[in-house]
């Protein structure tokens, strides 16, 4: 928790980048997007184990739960530039 409380902004900025990327790169290609759902697993693993210790540890946590709120405006934002069937091409 206090984690959350020091790195709240980061998180909110995470967000609104994700957003904003989402938006402007559009939905990406399957395995890319299971390959970034695999890294972040990964990662978050590694952060839950505590597998390193110290700063670097504290890095690996911090970059695990920064990345839950990027990849959830990636998506969130690749949905809003997604065009419903038969609509007509910008």
Aim: positive net charge.
């Amino acid at each position: 928790m206090l984690l959350l409380t020091g790195l709240w902004p980061g998180l909110l900025g995470g967000l609104v980048l994700g957003l904003a990327v989402g938006r402007l790169a559009g939905p990406p290609p399957a395995a890319i997007a299971a390959g970034l759902g695999l890294a972040g697993l990964a990662l978050a693993g590694v952060a839950a184990a505590g597998l390193v210790p110290g700063a670097p540890g504290l890095w690996t946590e911090s970059a695990a739960l920064m990345l839950a709120p990027y990849l959830a405006g990636c998506a969130l934002g690749a949905l809003s530039r997604r065009r419903p069937p038969g609509a007509p091409k910008a």
